[in-house]
T-cell receptor, first 111, second 115 residues
Framework: SQELEQSPQSLIVQEGKNLTINCTSS?????LYWYKQKYGEGLIFLMM?????EEKSHEKITAKLDEKKQQSSLHITASQPSHAGIYLC???????????FGTGTRLKVLA | SAVISQKPSRDICQRGTSLTIQCQVD?????MFWYRQQPGQSLTLIAT?????????ESGFVIDKFPISRPNLTFSTLTVSNMSPEDSSIYLC????????????FGEGSRLTVL
């Protein structure tokens, strides 16, 4: 099974709509990272959450990490076509220095 | 921050051949990792490139198939050996500057198609 599970696997929304992507770990994480990948390109760092209960925002994207540091959500407000891509959560595998990624959420925003 | 350059950005290869992907970072990074991303999938860690020593491979990946070099803190190579169509993927190089709480920087990826 995947160490980091994301849901939903894919999402199609109308421009202007809000959406939420979730990332769940079975283990407590040191920190949780969110990345965006445009189709066929490298990953772009969005934000990092380290403390339980932490919330960060950048433009129209807000990410939260739960108190147990096992679940994170990424919320996009008033989505735009430029938000389209693959969103990936990442974390350092507990007990190691190795960086792992979630299963990914493919987002499409219809104009 | 760090800027990571990979080359080639894409290649079409024949079955049975080998290809080496180069990864150059514009500044020193502590950790370097190689990932594979198969079509429509997330990133799978292949190995950690260790400076001056043998890479540390994940389960399912072996040195004979994916030899890795890291001669210094800014450069690494990944070779995909004896390629088959199943090796068609995007291969991504990444680097991390600080400890395990640091941001991971990525190259643009190398898209390999094996015929």
């Amino acid at each position: 099974s995947q160490e980091l599970e994301q849901s939903p696997q894919s999402l199609i929304v109308q421009e202007g709509k809000n959406l939420t992507i979730n990332c769940t770990s079975s283990k407590t994480l040191y920190g949780l990272y969110w990345y965006k990948q445009k189709y066929g390109e490298g990953l772009i760092f969005l934000m990092m959450l380290q403390k339980g209960g932490e919330e960060k925002s950048h433009e129209k994207i807000t990410a939260k990490l739960d108190e147990k540091k096992q679940q994170s959500s990424l919320h996009i407000t008033a989505s735009q076509p430029s938000h389209a891509g693959i969103y990936l959560c990442g974390a350092v595998r507990p007990g190691t220095y190795k960086y792992i990624f979630g299963t990914g959420t493919r987002l499409k925003v219809l104009a | 921050s760090a800027v990571i350059s990979q080359k080639p950005s894409r290649d079409i290869c024949q079955r049975g051949t080998s290809l080496t992907i180069q990864c150059q970072v514009d500044s020193q990074v502590t950790m370097m990792f190689w990932y594979r991303q198969q079509p429509g999938q997330s990133l799978t860690l292949i190995a950690t490139a260790n400076q001056g020593s043998e890479a540390t491979y994940e389960s399912g990946f072996v040195i004979d198939k994916f030899p890795i070099s890291r001669p210094n803190l800014t450069f690494s190579t990944l070779t995909v050996s004896n390629m088959s169509p199943e090796d068609s993927s995007i291969y991504l190089c990444s680097g991390q500057k600080t400890g395990n709480t640091g941001e991971l920087f990525f190259g643009e990826g190398s898209r390999l198609t094996v015929l």
